[in-house]
C-alpha cells in the first residue's frame, strides 16, 4: 500500500503499528461522513432523536479522528521509537468519543427495554449481560487511555514525519510496555464492543418481535442476523491481529494482509451502523412519540372532565382513596402496577406505562 507524504508525493508506508494507507484513511472518512447523515436523519425522525443522533454524531466523530490519524500521524515510534504524540492524542480522543457513543446505544437498550410486554415476549438475556459489557468496555478505554498518555508524555524522541528517514532499534523498555497497553487495550476493547452490541441487539430484536415491524425492508430477524454477521467478522479480524501481536511479527504490518483487513474492519462498521440504524427507524419511530403526545392531551382532558363530574376512578392506593369499584369504571393492576388499563363502558379511556408517557392501544 501506499501513502502520501509531503503533500501529492507518495511512498511505501511507515505502518510502525498503524495502517496509514491512502485507501484505509479514505474509507475512514467515507465512514465519517455517511455516520454524519444517519445521525441527521435518527435526530428527525427517531422518538428518541437526541439519543440516536448522538449515537450516530460520536461515531462520526470517531472515524475523523481515526483518518486525522492515518492521514497525518501515523507514526506511533513502535519500530524505532521515533514518532508523533498526534498519534497518541487523536487515538486517545477518538476511543473517548467512541466510548461515548457506546453510552448512548446502552441508553437505548434500556429504552428498548423498558417498553417490552415480558409476558408476551420472553427474554433470556440483554439487560443485565450489556450493562457488564459496557463496563468493560469502559474498563477497556482505561487502559488505552493509560498507554496513550503515557506515551504522549514520555514519547523520548518525537519526530513531525510519518515515515523515519533513519530508524533505529534503539528503543527503550518502558515504551514497549506503553505500546502494549494500547495494542491488548484495543484488542479488549473491541472484543467487548462486539459483544455488547451483541447483547443489545438481543434486546431490539425482542422489541421488534413485540411490534412486528419491518427493519428498513427486511424482517426483524435478518436484521437482527446481519449485525452478528458483522460483529464476528470483526471478532475474527481481532483473533488475526492477536496472533500477530503474540507472536511478535512485524513482517505482517508490512503485507496487503493489513490493508485488507481494515478495509473490511471499515465495511463491517458500516453495514452494522446501517442494520442498527435501521432497528432505530423501525423501534423508535417520530409518530410514536407524536401519538403519545395527543393521546397525553386527550387523556388529561378527559380526566378533568371526570373530577368535575366527580366520577374520576379511585384507583387503590390512589391519592383519591377508595376503591376501583366505587367509581364505575373498570381497572387492571394495582397503582404500584403499570401499565394500568382504564375502561368505563367497555370503552378505553388510556392505557399509560410506568412513565406516563407511552401510551399503548388496548382493547377493554
Known amino acids: ?20 494507507s491512502v485507501i484505509s484513511w479514505a474509507t475512514d472518512f467515507f465512514l465519517a461522513a ?43 515510534g513502535i519500530d524505532d521509537g521515533t514518532g508523533q504524540i498526534g498519534f497518541y492524542v487523536f487515538t486517545l480522543i477518538y476511543y473517548f468519543i467512541w466510548t461515548l457513543s457506546a453510552l448512548m446505544l446502552a441508553f437505548l437498550v434500556h429504552a428498548a427495554w423498558d417498553r417490552i410486554d415480558s409476558s408476551r415476549t420472553p427474554l433470556h438475556c440483554g439487560l443485565i449481560e450489556s450493562r457488564i459489557l459496557f463496563g468493560l468496555v469502559v474498563l477497556s478505554f482505561l487502559v488505552i487511555s493509560t498507554g496513550c498518555i503515557w506515551s504522549a508524555l514520555a514519547l523520548w524522541d518525537t519526530s513531525n514525519d510519518v515515515v523515519d528517514d533513519e530508524p533505529t ?21 473491541h472484543g467487548m464492543y462486539c459483544a455488547f452490541l451483541i447483547t443489545a441487539t438481543s434486546v431490539w430484536r425482542a422489541f421488534a418481535k413485540q411490534k412486528d415491524v419491518i427493519v428498513g425492508g427486511l424482517t426483524y430477524s435478518f436484521a437482527a442476523f446481519g449485525i452478528l454477521l458483522f ?15 503474540a507472536n511478535e511479527n512485524k513482517d505482517w504490518r508490512e503485507t496487503n ?24 427507524f423501525s423501534l423508535f419511530p417520530a409518530e410514536d412519540k407524536d401519538r403519545d403526545i395527543k393521546d397525553s392531551e386527550v387523556f388529561a382532558e378527559i380526566q378533568t372532565d371526570d373530577e368535575e ?15 376501583a369499584e366505587d367509581s364505575g369504571y373498570e381497572t387492571s393492576g394495582t397503582a404500584e402496577e403499570s401499565p394500568r388499563t382504564c375502561c368505563k363502558d367497555n370503552k378505553v379511556l388510556a392505557m399509560f406505562d410506568k412513565t406516563c408517557e407511552n401510551t399503548i ?3 377493554c
Open 361 to 363: 392501544d388496548m382493547v
Open 309 to 323: 363530574n366527580g366520577s374520576w376512578p379511585k384507583v387503590p392506593g390512589g391519592s383519591r382513596g377508595g376503591s
Open 1 to 20: 500500500p501506499k501513502c502520501i507524504v509531503d503533500g501529492s508525493e507518495t511512498s511505501e508506508c511507515g505502518t510502525e503499528g498503524y495502517d496509514n
Open 231 to 245: 460483529q464476528a467478522v470483526i471478532i475474527g479480524i481481532l483473533i488475526y491481529f492477536a496472533l500477530e501481536i
Open 34 to 76: 455517511v455516520f454524519g447523515v444517519m445521525s441527521i436523519l435518527l435526530t428527525i425522525k427517531t422518538y428518541n432523536g437526541t439519543l440516536t443522533g448522538l449515537a450516530y454524531a460520536f461515531l462520526c466523530l470517531v472515524f475523523i479522528g481515526r483518518g486525522q490519524v492515518g492521514r497525518w500521524f501515523g507514526n506511533s
Open 169 to 189: 532499534d534503539n528503543i527503550p523498555g518502558n515504551m514497549r510496555v506503553r505500546i502494549a497497553l494500547i495494542r491488548y487495550g484495543q484488542l479488549i476493547w
Open 257 to 280: 494482509a493489513t490493508l485488507y483487513t481494515t478495509i473490511v474492519f471499515n465495511y463491517s462498521m458500516l453495514m452494522t451502523g446501517y442494520f442498527i440504524q435501521s432497528f432505530f
